[in-house]
Nanobody, 119 residues
Framework: QVQLVDSGGGLVQAGGSLRLSCAAS????????IGWYRQVPGKERELVAG???????NYDDSVKGRFTISRDNAKNTVYLQMNSLKPEDTAVYYCNALIVGRGTLNTYWGQGTQVTVSS
């Protein structure tokens, strides 16, 4: 079982920066991928950025060049550095872990952290 705690959201002006953190605990050895998702009312949750066990990253086109996902293996924590924030980045951001088991795949979610970007 894996527990995820995401944090770091807040209110910032357009052009500002925030860094989100996702701290994983529990059976973290089998984590294959950690991703950051975001969701706004009336829309489906969408993948913003992901990083796998090899350090390979991917980003949604809307955040490329502005957001950076990274991992501190010693702390078992994944970060999402968000720069040049835009009002359209406003959403609840969720950390997700993909767990590989014995022929099984399971996902775990953080509780979400609110990011609000004002113009």
């Amino acid at each position: 079982q894996v527990q995820l705690v995401d944090s770091g959201g807040g209110l910032v002006q357009a052009g500002g920066s925030l860094r989100l953190s996702c701290a994983a605990s529990g059976s973290t050895a089998n984590i294959f991928t950690i991703g950051w998702y975001r969701q706004v009312p009336g829309k489906e949750r969408e993948l913003v950025a992901g990083i796998n066990i090899n350090g390979r990253t991917n980003y949604d086109d809307s955040v490329k060049g502005r957001f950076t996902i990274s991992r501190d293996n010693a702390k078992n924590t994944v970060y999402l550095q968000m720069n040049s924030l835009k009002p359209e980045d406003t959403a609840v951001y969720y950390c997700n872990a993909l767990i590989v088991g014995r022929g099984t795949l399971n996902t775990y979610w953080g509780q979400g952290t609110q990011v609000t970007v004002s113009s």
